[in-house]
Nanobody, 120 residues
Framework: QVQVVESGGGLVQAGGSLRLSCAASGIIFSITPLAWYRQAPGNQRELVATITGPGSTNYADSVKDRFTISRDNDKNMVYLQMNSLKPEDTALYYC??????????????WGRGTQVTVSS
């Protein structure tokens, strides 16, 4: 059974930083693509960043140069370092583990989310 658990959310002032963590189990972690998504109230869920098994990354334009996704295959963890946070980054952030070699949100296990709130 695949389990995905996020942590690290909180309240931060604009311009500040947070690091989200995600533990994933029940998968062959080193080859699993991983992703962070977010959903703000009234908005659709949107992709924030993805990372492949070998470590290639992809980012939404809105977070490029501010957020960094990384993974630790020894610890079965994926991280999202968020810098220069803006109020518009406020959302529930979800971690997801792909169930296929190539990332697809239609074939993924999702966590329950961790809230990030950025005050102005």
């Amino acid at each position: 059974q695949v389990q995905v658990v996020e942590s690290g959310g909180g309240l931060v002032q604009a311009g500040g930083s947070l690091r989200l963590s995600c533990a994933a189990s029940g998968i062959i972690f080193s080859i699993t693509p991983l992703a962070w998504y977010r959903q703000a109230p009234g908005n659709q869920r949107e992709l924030v960043a993805t990372i492949t098994g070998p470590g290639s990354t992809n980012y939404a334009d809105s977070v490029k140069d501010r957020f960094t996704i990384s993974r630790d295959n020894d610890k079965n963890m994926v991280y999202l370092q968020m810098n220069s946070l803006k109020p518009e980054d406020t959302a529930l952030y979800y971690c997801a583990a792909g169930l296929r070699i190539t990332w697809s949100e239609d074939f993924a296990a999702w966590g329950r989310g961790t809230q990030v709130t950025v005050s102005s």
